[in-house]
Nanobody, 129 residues
């Protein structure tokens, strides 16, 4: 089972930026959609952003639009989440997810937790006010 590995979490001030990275060992990385979810203490896990295998399509939660950017480098088997203008309410454990179904077009994005088969261990993001 492929498990993605997240890095890049940490402590940042209100209004600051962080970039999360996620590496996944998949031979056909460019044919697999990936995404990010997050979970804050006492709250349900929620969708943040997702990207198609070829990187041509992406989708964001309303809370992430205009502040977060998801991207991928298929040559490095890595997905990124650039988070700008961070707010205290963005503090959470961020999980990288991989959809293991092979998408021969690499063009589809998915937003539901059940769309993804493999979840990383998570990386903590803390935003101080």
């Amino acid at each position: 089972q492929v498990q993605p590995v997240e890095t890049g979490g940490g402590l940042v001030q209100d209004g600051g930026s962080l970039r999360l990275s996620c590496a996944a060992s998949l031979r056909t990385f460019m044919n697999h959609a990936m995404g990010w979810f997050r979970q804050a203490p006492g709250k349900e896990r929620e969708f943040v952003a997702s990207i198609s295998g070829n990187g041509g399509s992406s989708y964001y939660a309303e809370s992430a639009k205009g502040r977060f950017i998801i991207s991928r480098d298929n040559a490095k088997n890595t997905v990124y989440l650039q988070m700008n203008s961070l707010k205290p309410e963005d503090a959470a454990v961020y999980y990288c997810v991989v959809r293991l179904d092979y998408d021969d077009t690499g063009s589809y994005v998915f937003t539901g937790p059940s769309d993804y088969d493999s979840w990383g261990q998570g990386t903590q993001v803390t935003v101080s006010s």
